[in-house]
């Protein structure tokens, strides 16, 4: 079984910088893509940033520029450096991540971190 796990959210004035992690945890995962969503209330979820194994990355039009992911390849973890927040970016954190599990494809999500942006 495959666990996602985030950290790392909370409160912050508008302009500041949060760093968000996700560990992925469980026997013989693979993993593939790591990335990052959020759903704000009353909005459907979205892609804020991805990270493919080989260390490609891709941004939302809103965060790029502001946002960075990256990933530890050893520890099986995915960060997301979040710099000159906005009230905007207000909403719920979730990792997100695919791979193999033997010889099984899956895509797990975490409980998700809550980011509060103040103006």
């Known amino acids: 079984q495959v666990q996602l796990v985030e950290s790392g959210g909370g409160l912050v004035q508008a302009g500041g910088s949060l760093r968000l992690s996700c560990a992925a945890s469980?026997?013989?995962?693979?993993?593939?893509?790591m990335g990052w969503y959020r759903q704000a209330p009353g909005k459907q979820r979205e892609l804020v940033a991805v990270?493919?194994?080989?260390?490609?990355?891709n941004y939302a039009d809103s965060v790029r520029g502001r946002f960075t992911i990256s990933r530890d390849n050893t520890k099986n973890m995915a960060f997301l450096q979040m710099n000159s927040l906005k009230p905007e970016d207000t909403a719920d954190y979730y990792c997100?991540?695919?791979?193999?599990?033997?010889?099984?494809?899956?895509?797990?999500w975490g409980q998700g971190t809550q980011v509060t942006v103040s103006s």
């Open positions: 997100n991540a695919n791979g193999f599990v033997g010889l099984k494809w899956g895509d797990y």
């Open positions: 469980g026997s013989s995962f693979s993993m593939r893509a």
């Open positions: 990270i493919t194994s080989g260390g490609t990355t």
